[in-house]
Structure formats: structure tokens, C-alpha cells
């Protein structure tokens, strides 16, 4: 086994267990913002460390390229999707947000979300 092939079985090791890592956590807690922490490395750690490990194996060929842009792409959405997440969290809990009149965000006070 040649050095290049021991770090991509690494880093495909790696990758894989944030992402169950981050699967167990994520059904060991109970509330949506702590799921959110968890699903971070499956978000950020796994995808990197797999297209790196795609990348030692294939080269910079199609694939690997594909690789690094599939891992590019979910790795720069993931702070705008965890933040719309976020937010549809809050509002479910705490009712409609909207913009006071004095220009700043914040709920209509005295409404409640859904039970």
C-alpha cells in the first residue's frame, strides 16, 4: 500500500465518522439548535475530507474536481441553510417576526408560534 492510498483511507475514515458522529448526536439531543451544532461537521469536516480523499485517489481529473466543487458548494452554503434553520426555529417557537417601526427586527410582541 503506497503512502497516497493510506492517506486517503484516512481521510475517507474521517470523513465518514463525522458524519455518523454527527448523526448520533443529532439524535441524542432533543432541541433544534443543539441538532444544529451537531450537523456541523457532517457539513463541514465530512464533505472536505472526502473530496480530499477522492482527490489523492483519482488525481485532478473529473472526478476529483467535481469533488472539490461538490464539497466547495456544501460547505459555503451550510452557514446560509443553518441560519434559515435557525430562524424558522425561532419564529415556530415565538410567532411571526417582522420590522418594528423603529426600523429594528424583532417579534410582534404578544404573539405566540404554534404549539
Known amino acids: 500500500m503506497t503512502l ?6 484516512a481521510l475517507l475514515t474521517v470523513g465518514v465518522l463525522a ?14 439548535y443543539d441538532r444544529m451544532h451537531f ?16 482527490v489523492l485517489r483519482s488525481g485532478l481529473g473529473q472526478a476529483g474536481i467535481k469533488a472539490l466543487v461538490v464539497a466547495a458548494v456544501l460547505v459555503s452554503t451550510n452557514a446560509a441553510l443553518t441560519h434559515a434553520t435557525a430562524r424558522a426555529a425561532w419564529v415556530r417557537e415565538h ?3 417582522t420590522v418594528a417601526p423603529d426600523g429594528e427586527d424583532r417579534p410582534r410582541a404578544g404573539e405566540a408560534g404554534p404549539a
Not at 4 to 9: D, F, G, K, W
Not at 19 to 31: F, I, N, Y
Not at 39 to 54: D, E, F, K, Q
Open 4 to 9: 497516497v492510498s493510506v492517506l486517503a483511507i
Open 19 to 32: 458524519a455518523l458522529l454527527s448523526c448520533l448526536g443529532m439524535l441524542l439531543v432533543r432541541d433544534a
Open 39 to 54: 450537523a456541523a461537521p457532517a457539513n463541514t469536516i465530512a464533505p472536505v475530507a472526502i473530496a480530499l480523499a477522492a
Open 95 to 97: 410567532g411571526r417576526w
